[in-house]
């Protein structure tokens, strides 16, 4: 499974992203889980709120092994 990551989550800021996270982490915990938003990021998502969502991600994920 791929995709489905809500774009917006990443507009809005720390407390979204780790909100839109847990709702993925039942699949990223399952595996076979890709990591894509819904459709291509935005461009007022902020390099800084990008960074959060890779490195929190990368955190989730890890912890789901």
């Not at 459709?39 to 890890?62: K, L, T």
Request: charge should be negative; include cysteine; charged fraction near 20%.
């Amino acid at each position: 499974m791929w995709g489905g990551i809500d774009k917006h989550a990443l507009v809005y800021g720390q407390a979204a992203i780790d909100a839109e996270l847990e709702r993925l982490r039942p699949l990223m915990e399952e595996s076979g889980y890709l990591l894509h938003p819904d459709h291509s990021i935005p461009p007022d998502v902020s390099f800084a709120n990008y960074q959060y969502f890779m490195e929190r991600f990368d955190a989730v994920c890890h912890g789901c092994a």
